[in-house]
């Protein structure tokens, strides 16, 4: 499976300022909780320092999520993969203000440490929040959950875990729910969209948007067992 996954270019390298605050905060945090980009699968164990459930945290933007689940669930392990320099210094900031020892933050570009970094049934779940919709029509083939990427992740998590994916973008949440529903590891937790999971925080954008009308879809899919 993993030689056959079509790599997708999923993003562009924004040049997003960084603050001053975010660049110490990185260059601080990044030897302590960064792990650098390799064709080998991590050693959870030894990445984090004990034996954990790992989350797979896709795309973390700014980290005010990540950063708060981990907080509040500090039984598990996050493994945050981001690949825009601002948000990666952002969460530093946060583990680092917030005492969080259970992040690790990989900037690379995800759909490559997913097929390289991570071995299969290694995850007890994985989020992909707000994904790029790449919203021109020509741009779709860009987009990250399609097919053969929702299979290759799907393979990374261990039966019992779980998908849990979040978009404000009602088409491609559509094209989503068709993906993972069509994947044979996969099976949805709902007759459809799932309501959002209070283990879901709200972030200040999305609570922006919900009060002006906006919409979110969120999916939980469960891994099945392999037949």
Not at 81 to 92: D, M, Q, W
Request: hydrophobic share 45%.
């Amino acid at each position: 499976m993993t030689e056959a996954y079509p790599h997708i270019r999923s993003f562009v390298r924004r040049a997003g300022r960084e603050s001053a605050a975010q660049e110490r905060s990185r260059q601080l945090m990044m030897p302590k909780i960064g792990i650098p980009c390799a064709r080998q699968a991590l050693d959870f164990p030894a990445v984090f320092g004990r034996v954990a459930p790992v989350i797979l945290e896709i795309g973390f933007g700014m980290g005010e999520t990540t950063a708060r689940i981990a907080a509040e669930h500090p039984e598990n392990d996050y493994l945050g993969v981001e690949v825009h320099t601002p948000g990666v210094g952002s969460l530093c900031k946060r583990v680092a203000e917030q005492s969080l020892p259970n992040i690790r933050i990989i900037q690379h570009d995800a759909a490559e440490v997913v097929r390289d970094m991570l071995a299969e049934d290694s995850l007890a779940g994985a989020h992909v929040f707000f994904p790029d919709p790449w919203r021109k029509k020509r741009h779709h083939k860009r987009r990250l959950l399609q097919p053969a990427f929702v299979a290759l992740l799907a393979s990374r998590i261990l039966p019992g875990g779980y998908l849990h994916c979040a978009t404000d973008w009602q088409e491609y949440a559509f094209e989503i729910l068709a993906a993972l529903a069509g994947e044979p590891l996969l099976v949805n937790t709902a007759d459809g969209f799932a309501p959002r999971p209070a283990a879901r925080p709200l972030t200040k954008f999305e609570a922006r948007g919900l009060r002006l009308g906006h919409e979110v879809w969120d999916l939980l899919f469960l891994r099945a067992a392999t037949p």
